[in-house]
């Protein structure tokens, strides 16, 4: 990554007046290069200046750290795709660890299959994986798919940080493992998660699957949540799939969340753990669902400069400041 360089005659210093720039594929596979040689960016800022269509180029995913402030400005990442069927490293990211903060930014026909691998812990997010930073106002579409073994999910796993104004929107398959969730599937880690929104249809296979997290810490917590998503897997009991949150008998700190009435789990609207602090999360209609009133009033989302509702009865909410002629 380039440690210093001038644009219009403006030093790139890497601060938050004078940050690195992301300006085309190149000099992002050039700054993923640097964390997979240990370089965590620790107190530097980047900035991305362009969408950026990564087809036709091999994104590197290995396991990296990023202790930086991220800045999308609301551009677009699309065309991605990690193809990884002979895994040698435990997770497959397009950031690795975060621990600094990632925000403003769109991910958009992402398409990540991942072939598990015994002998490793094959964790795919397709942001994060671990980490205790920030991420933020990040809309992610496409497919993603892992087969057998260990966690995945449409944001990060394993990650013990703060996740807040996202929005997910996966075709999505897990086979056996640890399952997936649409946001984070974080097994024994403490994280929170707030004011998102998760969408699309979730397979989990043998295994599980949830619409906003998996999680097995009971000081966890999910507020402000909604689930538009239909979910599918065959685990069934206390661990199974949900319309929110579960995985295990303990159950993390649920506040205010809701799911569309009429969402199926595993083929049926769900008839137990109904209710805004319960695994499905309360019901809401469709009507209500695509209502400013009741993300503002009920959910307490910022709707005046966070997200919108571009067709008030017609259109569910999306965030603010992208471009969606993706």
Do not use: C
């Given at each position: 990554m380039k440690q210093s360089r001038r644009l219009m005659g403006?030093?790139?210093?890497?601060?938050?007046?004078?940050?690195?720039?992301?300006?085309?594929?190149?000099?992002?596979?050039?700054?993923?290069?640097?964390?997979?040689?240990?370089?965590?960016?620790s107190g530097i800022h980047h900035k991305v200046t362009n969408n950026i269509d990564f087809t036709g180029f091999t994104i590197p995913y290995q396991n990296a750290v990023y202790e930086g402030h991220f800045h999308g400005n609301y551009k677009v990442f699309k065309n991605i795709i990690i193809d990884d069927k002979a895994p040698t490293f435990n997770s497959t990211a397009l950031f690795g660890s975060v621990n600094g903060i990632l925000e403003n930014l769109a991910f958009i026909n992402v398409y990540i299959n991942r072939l598990g691998k015994a002998g490793i812990n094959n964790n795919t997010g397709a942001i994060g994986y671990g980490g205790n930073g920030i991420i933020r106002k990040v809309y992610v579409q496409g497919i993603i798919i892992q087969k057998v073994n260990y966690e995945?999910?449409?944001?990060?796993?394993?990650?013990?940080?703060?996740?807040e104004n996202c929005v997910v929107d996966?075709?999505?398959?897990?086979?056996?493992?640890?399952?997936y969730a649409n946001i984070i599937n974080s097994r024994a880690q403490q994280f929170e998660v707030r004011n998102c929104l998760s969408k699309g249809t979730i397979n989990g296979g043998s295994g599980n699957a949830f619409g906003i997290c998996r999680t097995e810490n009971s000081s966890a917590k999910i507020s402000n949540c909604v689930n538009l998503a239909t979910i599918n897997a065959t685990l069934a009991g206390t661990v199974g799939s949900k319309r929110i949150a579960g995985g295990h008998a303990n159950t993390p700190q649920l506040i205010n969340n809701y799911s569309l009435d009429t969402a199926l789990l595993n083929n049926a609207i769900p008839t137990i753990d109904i209710g805004a602090s319960l695994r499905n999360g309360a019901n809401a209609t469709e009507t209500q669902l695509?209502?400013?009133?009741?993300?503002?009033?009920?959910?307490?989302w910022d709707m005046d400069t966070i997200w919108e509702?571009?067709?008030?009865?017609?259109?569910?909410?999306?965030?603010?400041?992208?471009?969606?002629t993706f």
């Open positions: 403006k030093p790139e210093l890497g601060t938050e007046e004078f940050p690195f720039l992301i300006e085309n594929v190149f000099d992002y596979i050039a700054f993923r290069n640097e964390m997979i040689i240990g370089n965590t960016f995945l999910a449409g944001i990060a796993t394993q990650f013990s940080g703060l996740i996966f075709v999505a398959t897990k086979d056996g493992g640890y399952g695509k209502s400013l009133a009741f993300y503002r009033d009920t959910m307490g509702i571009v067709s008030e009865d017609i259109t569910y909410p999306r965030l603010r400041g992208f471009n969606y």
